[in-house]
């Protein structure tokens, strides 16, 4: 929906989904309202550079402070041999007299350790912290503390982890008055199947179990009956399949249990801001006997991290991104900045001003005291205008120079007036004209002053009569005094003209502080989990800094490179020195110099982030943990006595288990018969050295003994491609091409001596391959809808996507507002800006449209003989004029998206 306001995915009211005005005018200030108060959140989706230089003389610095009072608290539990740590939520008012509800949630696979942080980063922790003064329940978070079990059985009943964490539950129990008919069980991904095995293994202990992309062993689900529960998942989820959890949910409701399955749409495998975002999950909780509710579509909570995970520089990759600010998405920027301005930030003091003057012979001494100011700021425009030069104009509007008191004293006369104001921009804006050179120092942005004027026209300001005069001295009357001050002040325009010039170095060397670009953000942050989203491998990507390295302007816009500090994988554990690697291929030759918003990231930088996760050993997994049977079959007992003939010695007592470990780093690039001029060519993943352990045991009990070894190498070309499925509507589909190439060898382990030295490694191989294509055809397309970037009323939409080698580029253009005639007569209307009067009218035909480029909402006015129509459009919004779903008059509409296509029926196999 385009015509009514979306501030953060919060849609208001419209009256049926096929009929939806426009913003009505009762409407108007509500909108703009949320704009104002919204504005400093989406500002902080744009490159930081940008908002801060439109912003000069205002040093965007604004803090806030929430009381929390909800804690966490570590603890500890012993287990009868050593201690262990988790980590229990304590919600604010929590009395010893009065049993509290509980939660026991089981984290992912990313947050395995023993440092009793990181599993507060993501899952729950992050929206119990953004809830901290309200929330209800005693939460325990637990750790995994095993990094080489099975993923999907980390947290299993009967594992050492499993244990652990209803341990850790049983102390919290005991140091804490929880209400234990009130315990609820939830996890994710890793923590989603320990959910579900927990709840079959115990089910009389929790009150309601919620897994989020979790599944299990459908054959003993039937335990868990008598538990309710509501199970989510991500209908992109390509790591844990949805049909998975459907699977389980449909299983325990055939054993008469009482279970639902909520299946999130293009959602992948982070579902966490969708569920424990909304307040519907925590309300069923609370009373799990009722069916549970909708999540609903209203705003959900924002997470906030409840400890702050240091951030150890790992790797210095310079060259990665290159950001091309053009004037179109500087003026969408210009045109926002006055609305997100605090009042504050235009009001102060100014230090006292001393004068003198000669009337009538005599000497006077003048100090003006006291002084304040207030004031507006209406306009910002904001554009590159040459080399190394930015102009910066900021239109300022009903500013109050306030004089408190002023003095006058002569040999035998003097005199005292109160408050004098001046007020300066009372017909239109006064300009202040800032010429700016920016340059890089010290991995920081710095702006040098060239020039700056100010002027006040002559019928746009005016000086008020001083109040409270008093006189002394023979021949000296008020009346003269009143007379003197204001015409002095009136002669003055000048030297007020210079005193505002005189603090704009200050403004600029303030301003160059809040240059700071921003970091990626964790897993739970808006920014980390789009990059999760389109990260190739299956554990969190790094966080990231980033910082300035080139910086150029000309007369269409400004060129930023930047450089990328990616952080330890392990922020707890010993720091290593830094490294530092070449760049990759993002320089200022290579951006376009036009007036859109370009962003270029060199896919190589890949290698030294995969790298990170490499040497921190964090790449591997049992195959039994890839959602896929092609896989489970590679692991399976008879599969592998087939490729390894050795093995059937053992009989049926043979236990085997392949864990799969990625040794070198991934590459990517473009493929080898793509020429570097060639636009929108697939690029590759290369990924050598992925090495599959097979190891063997006849007991139980025993050590797993590696018996063979096989070395992989895999490389795969990706497309990427933007589809435009709505005028308002762009997705990124990441695209697997069909060409697959696997190679590889294979081996008996060290120290294993075989009685049949037969190896089929080809085999092997040939079945890897086809469990990889099999895998990735599943995955084939990896989509991700792309909103506008919203700056304040402002947006920029995503125009293009193009792979041009060495690197990826994304273009963004001013979204436009569109008017379209669906019915079968002209009809007219009138449009205004915010500060400007209607137009004249504009016809509109059938069949045809209009499209307004502009930073701003626009006003629509229709006449007709029943009155007026007067609605919003915002930018980026599609209107339709068209008659009802009910029939009657036609009328203006907001457009409605096209109905997704079907999706292609499945092929037949062979």
Same mark, same amino acid.
């Given at each position: 929906m385009l015509l009514t306001w979306d501030c953060d995915?919060?849609?208001?009211?419209?009256?049926?989904?096929?009929?939806?005005?426009?913003?009505?005018?009762?409407?108007?200030?509500?909108?703009?309202?949320?704009?104002?108060?919204?504005?400093?959140?989406?500002?902080?989706?744009?490159?930081?550079?940008?908002?801060?230089?439109?912003?000069?003389?205002?040093?965007?610095?604004?803090?806030?402070?929430?009381?929390?009072?909800?804690?966490?608290?570590?603890?500890?539990?012993?287990?009868?041999?050593?201690?262990?740590?988790?980590?229990?939520?304590?919600?604010?008012?929590?009395?010893?007299d009065q049993p509290a509800p509980a939660i026991l949630f089981l984290h992912g696979a990313g947050e395995r350790g023993k440092d009793n942080h990181l599993q507060l980063t993501a899952g729950l922790a992050p929206f119990v912290q953004a809830r901290a003064a309200t929330f209800p329940f005693v939460v325990v978070f637990p750790q995994c503390e095993s990094s080489e079990a099975r993923i999907l059985e980390a947290w299993q009943a009967g594992s050492p982890d499993g244990a652990r964490a209803l341990l850790a539950l049983d102390d919290a129990e005991k140091k804490y008055t929880i209400d234990r008919k009130r315990v609820v069980l939830s996890g994710w991904s890793m923590g989603g199947y320990g959910a579900w095995s927990l709840a079959m293994s115990e089910p009389a202990r929790w009150s309601a179990?919620?897994?989020?992309?979790?599944?299990?062993?459908?054959?003993?689900?039937?335990?868990?009956?008598?538990?309710?529960?509501?199970?989510?998942? *991500? #209908? $992109?989820?390509?790591?844990?399949?949805?049909? %998975?959890? =459907?699977?389980?949910?449909?299983? &325990?409701?055939?054993?008469?249990?009482?279970?639902?399955?909520?299946?999130?749409?293009?959602?992948?495998?982070?579902?966490?801001?969708?569920?424990? *975002? #909304? $307040?519907?999950?925590?309300?069923?909780?609370? %009373?799990? =006997?009722?069916?549970?509710?909708? &999540?609903?579509?209203?705003?959900?909570?924002?997470?906030?991290?409840?400890?702050?995970?240091?951030?150890?520089?790992?790797?210095?990759?310079?060259?990665?991104?290159?950001?091309?600010?053009?004037?179109?998405?500087?003026?969408?920027?210009?045109?926002?900045?006055?609305?997100a301005v605090p009042k504050e930030m235009l009001t102060g003091r100014l230090n006292d001003m001393f004068d003198s003057t000669v009337a009538q012979g005599r000497s006077f001494g003048i100090r003006f005291s006291g002084i304040s100011y207030a004031g507006q700021l209406e306009r910002v425009l904001t554009k590159g205008i040459g080399k190394d030069r930015v102009q910066v104009d900021l239109g300022i509007r009903n500013v109050v120079l306030n004089i408190a008191g002023t003095s006058i004293s002569g040999e035998r006369h003097s005199a005292q007036a109160g408050p004098i104001n001046i007020v300066i921009g009372t017909r239109a804006p006064a300009w202040l004209t800032l010429e700016l050179s920016p340059y890089i120092e010290s991995r920081a942005i710095r702006l040098k002053l060239l020039k700056s004027s100010f002027q006040i026209a002559d019928d746009n300001w005016y000086v008020t009569a001083p109040a409270g005069v008093s006189v002394q001295g023979f021949g000296m009357t008020e009346e003269a005094v009143v007379s003197g001050l204001t015409s002095g002040l009136y002669g003055a325009k000048g030297r007020i003209e210079n005193e505002v010039l005189a603090v704009v170095p200050g403004v600029v060397k303030q301003v160059e502080k809040n240059l700071v670009l921003p970091d990626t953000g964790s897993p739970v942050s808006q920014s980390g989990a789009a990059i999760a989203k389109l990260w190739p491998l299956p554990i969190y990507p790094p966080r990231l800094r980033i910082w300035p390295e080139q910086i150029a302007t000309d007369e269409n816009g400004i060129s930023l490179i930047v450089g990328l500090t990616a952080a330890s994988l392990d922020p707890y554990g010993p720091v290593k020195p830094l490294k530092r690697v070449d760049g990759v291929g993002a320089t200022l030759d290579r951006l376009p110099t036009d007036t859109a918003l370009h962003a270029m990231v060199a896919p190589q930088i890949l290698t030294p982030l995969t790298e990170m996760a490499v040497e921190a050993d964090q790449l591997k997994l049992d195959l039994l943990d890839i959602p896929n049977p092609m896989f489970t079959k590679m692991a399976d007992r008879a599969t592998l006595q087939e490729f390894i003939p050795d093995l059937k010695q053992y009989g049926d007592d043979l236990q085997v288990r392949s864990s799969l470990r990625v040794l070198r780093p991934l590459h990517a690039g473009n493929p080898a018969e793509a020429t570097a001029d060639e636009a929108n060519k697939p690029f590759e993943f290369q990924l050598k050295g992925i090495e599959i352990t097979v190891a063997i045991k006849t007991d139980a009990k025993a050590e797993w003994k590696p018996c063979a070894v096989f070395e992989l190498n895999i490389s795969e070309q990706v497309k990427a491609t933007l589809e435009k499925p709505a005028y308002d509507q762009r997705v990124v589909e990441l695209q697997w091409q069909p060409v697959s190439n696997v190679t590889g060898t294979g081996k008996f382990a060290e120290g294993y001596i075989p009685t049949n030295k037969e190896l089929n490694a080809d085999g092997y191989v040939e079945q890897f391959r086809t469990a990889w294509q099999t895998f990735t055809k599943g995955q084939s397309v990896s989509s991700m809808e792309v909103p506008d970037l919203a700056i304040g009323a402002s947006r920029l939409r995503l125009n293009d996507i193009n792979w041009k080698a060495p690197l990826i580029e994304v273009t963004y253009n001013l979204a436009r507002i569109k008017i379209s005639n669906l019915s079968n007569e002209t009809f007219t209307y009138q449009t205004k800006s915010p500060t400007s009067p209607f137009s004249q009218p504009y016809s509109l035909k059938p069949g045809d449209s209009h499209e307004f480029e502009i930073p701003y909402p626009l006003t629509y006015r229709r006449v007709t003989d029943k009155g007026e129509e007067i609605y919003t459009l915002l930018v980026g919004s599609h209107s339709e004029f068209r008659v009802p779903l009910a029939g009657g008059a036609p009328r203006l509409f907001a457009a409605n998206r096209p109905a997704p296509a079907p999706a292609p029926a499945p092929a037949e196999k062979p």
């Open positions: 995915r919060r849609k208001m009211s419209a009256e049926s989904a096929g009929d939806r005005p426009p913003l009505m005018l009762r409407e108007q200030l509500r909108f703009w309202r949320e704009s104002i108060v919204t504005f400093p959140r989406h500002c902080r989706r744009i490159p930081l550079f940008a908002a801060a230089l439109t912003v000069l003389c205002l040093g965007l610095s604004t803090a806030s402070a929430q009381q929390v009072t909800g804690k966490f608290v570590d603890q500890t539990f012993n287990d009868g041999t050593v201690e262990h740590k988790y980590v229990v939520f304590v919600p604010a008012g929590y009395r010893s179990v919620v897994p989020l992309a979790g599944g299990g062993d459908v054959s003993k689900v039937a335990a868990a009956k008598d538990v309710p529960v509501w199970a989510f998942h *991500g #209908s $992109d989820d390509r790591l844990v399949k949805a049909a %998975d959890g =459907r699977k389980i949910v449909e299983a &325990l409701q055939a054993a008469g249990g009482t279970a639902t399955f909520t299946e999130l749409p293009g959602v992948g495998h982070y579902l966490c801001d969708n569920v424990f *975002g #909304s $307040d519907a999950v925590f309300k069923w909780m609370l %009373d799990p =006997r009722n069916s549970p509710t909708e &999540l609903g579509t209203g705003e959900l909570v924002k997470p906030v991290n409840p400890i702050t995970v240091p951030f150890v520089p790992a790797v210095e990759i310079p060259q990665a991104v290159g950001l091309r600010l053009g004037n179109d998405a500087l003026s969408a920027l210009s045109y926002s900045v006055p609305q």
